[in-house]
């Protein structure tokens, strides 16, 4: 199974952060798995953003919830991250992984991440 990253690195304060996670070797849409997102900002350490199920059920780190959006698109077999109203302290970088539980820090297998920085 790999995943990997991809969207701007460079992001506008008040702008929406727009990133993807391709999947190869396994279906996003079987097993018993939860797709998510986590960051890391510089200097600090890994934060979970929120996770969507192979179901396709999302759950969100509740911090983070009114303004972050997890969906998928099956027929690419991949899944994506919004994040609106952006600020500079949304500086990180930013992985995506499968583990089999929904959120924390530990996972099964993860992307190489992208970093994204947020300025003018």
């Known amino acids: 199974v790999q995943l990997q990253e991809s969207g701007p690195g460079l992001v506008k304060p008040s702008q929406t952060l727009s990133l993807t996670c391709t999947v190869s070797?396994?279906?996003?849409?079987?097993?018993?798995?939860?797709w998510r997102w986590l960051r890391q900002p510089p200097g600090k350490g890994l934060e979970w953003i929120g996770s969507i199920a192979s179901s396709g059920i999302t759950v969100y780190k509740p911090s983070l919830k009114s303004r972050t959006n997890i969906f998928r698109d099956t027929a690419n077999n991949r899944f994506a991250l919004q994040m609106s109203s952006a600020t500079p302290e949304d500086t990180a970088i930013y992985f995506c992984?499968?583990?089999?539980?929904?959120?924390?820090?530990?996972?099964?297998?993860r992307g190489q991440g992208t970093l994204v920085t947020v300025s003018s």
């Open positions: 992984a499968r583990d089999v539980v929904p959120g924390g820090l530990d996972f099964e297998v």
């Open positions: 070797g396994t279906s996003i849409t079987t097993g018993q798995y939860f």
